[in-house]
T-cell receptor
């Protein structure tokens, strides 16, 4: 089944404790993205990647890191999470410029 | 910077009535346009898209949208809504430039269908 998986689905952590949210797709898509969704603000792109080892900043990259060592995986790293990073996070993948396939979301709470 | 504007944050409508959700974008270059739907406690899924060709695009669940290049708009319409259409709808624009290829979403429109 074609899908984008994210783990974990829910995470409660404390300020400053490094965490990684994994994202994996099985559709051979070259384009992958991370978004955060906040009430009233819609989806805002954090980082995107157009292929292996090619990443670029989206609209809200501060406080986040990504890497793309393999085509299928695109982890999101929060080196030192803060409460303002409490949000719902979505990973997505697509062929260039085409339909985004979204993961189920990761609800992150930073205390 | 590119931007996508969904003017209506909430649209209440009675069942079987028509609805239009508005989307405008700012770009003078070529774009791809999308509408996504998010049902409560779920991820986003594609409703329809415009990449090229006919400016009237038909999507799933009876929705359609029209690309208007001169007005930089991509409004979503449905002639008769159903209770099950209650969801949040997002317009998205992918701008084709050599310097970066970000997909920008609007802030969303909550469609609430009432009996």
């Amino acid at each position: 089944e074609a899908q984008v998986t994210q783990n974990p689905r829910y995470l409660i952590t404390v300020t400053g404790k490094k965490l990684t949210v994994t994202c994996s797709q099985n559709m051979n898509h070259e384009y992958m993205s991370w978004y955060r969704q906040d009430p009233g603000l819609g989806l805002r792109q954090i980082y995107y990647s157009m292929n292996v080892e090619v990443t670029d900043k989206g609209d809200v990259p501060e406080g986040y890191k990504v890497s793309r060592k393999e085509k299928r995986n695109f982890p999101l790293i929060l080196e030192s999470p803060s409460p303002n990073q409490t949000s719902l996070y979505f990973c997505a993948s697509s062929f260039f410029g085409d339909t985004q396939y979204f993961g189920p979301g990761t609800r992150l709470t930073v205390l | 910077a590119q931007s996508v504007t969904q003017l209506d944050s909430q649209v209440p409508v009675f069942e079987e009535a028509p609805v239009e959700l508005r989307c405008n974008y700012s770009s003078s270059v070529s774009v791809y346009l999308f509408w996504y739907v998010q049902y409560p406690n779920q991820g986003l899924q594609l409703l329809l898209k415009y990449l090229s060709g006919s400016t009237l695009v038909k999507g799933i669940n009876g929705f359609e949208a029209e690309f208007n290049k001169s007005q930089t708009s991509f409004h979503l319409r449905k002639p008769s809504v159903h209770i099950s259409d209650t969801a949040e709808y997002f317009c998205a624009v992918f701008i084709l430039t050599g310097g970066g290829n970000k997909l920008t979403f609007g802030t969303g429109t909550q469609l609430k269908v009432e009996l």
